[in-house]
């Protein structure tokens, strides 16, 4: 009897044993699989970028080549960095201004005050900015008179200028443009 029973527990064993084993290589072969598909995918996309990128630059060679050599001849009379500006409608003796003093030197307002007369252009109100802190010296034009601000900035040699900031165009009294004395 003894051997009857033996044999039940063996069988029971076993069963147990191969589903376990099964299991095992299952999930080896899924992790196989895993590595495989995570290393397929990392790496495709650097491949097929520069696949594709090639094929980009293949495709509209002709194009780009006349579109460059277009650029060519607009870089000539316009630097790239800078977006073409808008010419100066109003002759310089009619194009009003604004002189603000904001680095706190006592005068200095009245001087580039003096300083723009003497370029033709005409000068309304002179004062003190709201803030006597500003780093460099800038221009600042109402709508519509970006060729304007452009040119008083060349001829007194500014390299920020922009549109009002912080400024409302009924603060200018008619002017067109705003120079802020910096540091």
């Given at each position: 009897?003894?051997?009857?029973?033996?044999?039940?527990?063996?069988?029971?064993?076993?069963?147990?044993?191969?589903?376990?084993?099964?299991?095992?290589?299952?999930?080896?072969?899924?992790?196989?699989?895993?590595?495989?598909?995570?290393?397929?995918?990392?790496?495709?996309?650097?491949?097929?970028?520069?696949?594709?990128?090639?094929a980009a630059t293949a495709r509209h060679a002709p194009a780009t080549h006349a579109t460059?050599?277009?650029?060519?001849?607009?870089?000539?009379?316009?630097?790239?960095?800078?977006?073409?500006?808008?010419?100066?409608?109003?002759?310089?003796?009619?194009?009003?201004?604004?002189?603000?003093?904001?680095?706190?030197?006592?005068?200095?307002?009245?001087?580039?005050?003096?300083?723009?007369?003497?370029?033709?252009?005409?000068?309304?109100?002179?004062?003190?900015?709201?803030?006597?802190?500003?780093?460099?010296?800038?221009?600042?034009?109402?709508?519509?008179?970006?060729?304007?601000?452009?040119?008083?900035?060349?001829?007194?040699?500014?390299?920020?200028?922009?549109?009002?900031?912080?400024?409302?165009?009924?603060?200018?009294?008619?002017?067109?443009?705003?120079?802020?004395?910096?540091?």
């Amino acid at each position: 009897m003894d051997h009857p029973a033996r044999l039940d527990t063996e069988l029971a064993v076993q069963p147990w044993q191969r589903a376990t084993l099964l299991f095992a290589v299952i999930a080896a072969l899924e992790l196989v699989l895993l590595i495989v598909a995570g290393g397929a995918l990392l790496a495709k996309p650097h491949t097929s970028h520069r696949s594709t990128a090639k094929a980009a630059t293949a495709r509209h060679a002709p194009a780009t080549h006349a579109t460059s050599a277009a650029r060519k001849s607009k870089t000539q009379t316009t630097p790239k960095h800078q977006p073409a500006a808008s010419a100066a409608e109003l002759p310089r003796r009619k194009v009003k201004l604004v002189v603000l003093n904001g680095n706190g030197r006592q005068g200095a307002a009245a001087a580039a005050a003096a300083r723009v007369k003497s370029r033709g252009y005409k000068v309304g109100t002179v004062a003190n900015a709201p803030r006597q802190d500003y780093p460099q010296t800038i221009v600042m034009y109402r709508r519509g008179f970006e060729g304007e601000g452009q040119r008083l900035a060349h001829d007194l040699g500014i390299q920020v200028v922009g549109p009002l900031d912080g400024m409302k165009p009924a603060q200018l009294h008619g002017a067109q443009a705003v120079l802020i004395l910096g540091g």
